[in-house]
């Protein structure tokens, strides 16, 4: 396996290799310059091209705490070998960061904050902008929760997951239709349109595991390779929800986290509304939901009813959190 990497280290950047240490997400090689980090890449190349011009724009506006990627010599952000796109990056700081208190996710929300503010006028020819996506996701789930509830009531018997969808369809219909309420009093279209215009990123994954913390103290963040455009207020409610989820999630806490995410980025009125109608959209279960019901089963899966079971379980935090919010 190592010749594999010996040649898209020499092919593709002219480095050395001399040997390699196996991490999560791929493999530290020592080179003649040093330490790389070499990684398969799972996204198209217009993805791994974007997320190139995000770090770059984040370094630039100040925001060095992150891994960028290495060009390759005939100035690619990532090498192709035998139909395989590879990337290579500097190496992060191997201490994840632990998600087991407040203070953890005060101190990312901070360093969210300031990505966020350091992505302004960013450029690339590589922008995904969709306004319509996140009205018609809320519309479409909310139709598709309608018509599964049809199709359970049609059946001649209820399985398992079927009591769980019939069990929460009021308060999940309720609040679905909410987020879509609080979406329009957000004047979402003008709150991305500004963002399209000033330029903005959303990660999608700001989360422990692609969150390291170094020697210093200083926090470093990886895992852009998902990235896309669109409003970053979507990081920051799944942070939050993440909080709720990995923590007993007060009120206190949630003031301290907006607060220390607006160190660096303040909030409109109106973004704090968007932020509502964010949290309060019950997303991972009806996804699970949809997941499951669109596709051909002859048994209930206990896997799928312990996930969307556990889904149930964070939905009922993010209500927790919406309140807390309104209140803040």
Known sequence: MEDIYEKILWEGYGLR???????????????DKG???????????????????????????????????YNTMDGQ???????????????????????????????????????????KGLESNYLQWDKERLPLQFSKRRIELAKIKRRIQRQGGYDAIDLLVLDHYDTYMEQTMQAEVLLQQADYDALF???EKEGAFCHHSYKGENLRVAEDGRLYVGGFEGCNSDIPLLDLAAYLKRYMKKTEGTKDGITQILESYQKNNRLEDKEKVLLQALTIY?????????????????CVSPAMQERLALAAEEEGRARELYRFIREV
């Open 35 to 69: 330490l790389r980090e070499l990684k398969k890449a799972r996204e198209r190349m217009s993805s791994i091209r974007y997320a190139h011009d995000v770090k770059e724009c984040l370094y630039g506006n100040g925001f060095t705490v992150i891994s960028r990627f």
């Open 77 to 119: 952000p990532c090498f192709v070998k035998e139909g395989t796109l590879y990337v290579l990056e500097e190496v992060l700081p191997f201490a994840p960061l632990e998600e087991d208190g407040k203070e953890a996710f005060i101190k990312g929300a901070a360093t969210l904050g300031k990505m966020h503010a350091c992505a």
């Open 193 to 195: 349109d500004r963002a």
């Open 17 to 31: 290799f001399y040997s390699g240490a196996r991490t999560r997400t791929g493999l530290v090689c020592k080179t």
């Open 282 to 298: 019950p997303e991972k279960f009806l996804r699970l939901m949809n997941e499951y019901y669109n596709k051909r089963r002859t």
